[in-house]
């Protein structure tokens, strides 16, 4: 016997082994499944239809039960590959990963866009008493700078310049927190 003979069929058992070792279905209901795999082909040819579970069961000699127990565990043995293509045979139709939705990246982005109010929030509180009230009276309220000058009894240009102010403080406190990207 050559060494090259003897080295591929261990090496085919290794693999094969090592296949076993990965596989999450016992080997036993492995052998089931295929067994009911096969009685199902067999009978389909015969009968040139799809056979019931109970016909299936008594070709086999195992309750109807079972049977219906293997082809639920046979679905989910199934595994398919996120690149399959999904209802045509071209290869450019559309793939089961565009139908696996990424909760991660929304998740990671509410989780920050809520960090970052609640470092505005702290940050706009830290702010002068009159800068803070032209920053609520221009985001949450909607004031025009004409407005916000009638109501704190400045001119308008005055109130800009409040609301100018308060940016640049605001921009300085998000800074020193780590963020860049606000204001």
């Known amino acids: 016997m050559k060494f090259e003979t003897y080295a591929i069929s261990l090496i085919r058992g290794a693999i094969l082994e090592m296949v076993r070792q990965e596989d999450w279905v016992p080997r036993s209901i492995r052998e089931k ?66 139908l696996v939705v990424d909760d991660s990246s929304d998740t990671e982005r509410e989780i920050e866009s809520r960090e970052m109010r609640r470092i505005l929030v702290e940050c706009t509180d830290a702010l002068p008493e009159r800068e803070k009230l032209v920053v609520s009276l221009y985001y949450h309220r909607g004031l025009t700078f004409r407005e916000i000058g009638s109501i704190l009894g400045v001119s308008e240009p005055r109130a800009y310049h409040l609301h100018t102010q308060a940016m640049t403080r605001l921009r300085a406190a998000m800074k020193e927190q780590g963020i860049t990207q606000a204001c």
């Open 33 to 98: 499944m295929k067994i009911l795999d096969r009685t199902t082909i067999a009978m389909e040819l015969e009968l040139r239809r799809t056979p019931t579970e109970a016909e299936i069961a008594d070709r086999m000699g195992i309750p109807v039960k079972e049977v219906s127990e293997l082809i639920v565990r046979t679905t989910r043995t199934i595994v398919h590959s996120l690149d399959e293509v999904i209802g045509s045979n071209s290869e450019n139709g559309p793939k089961l990963v565009d």
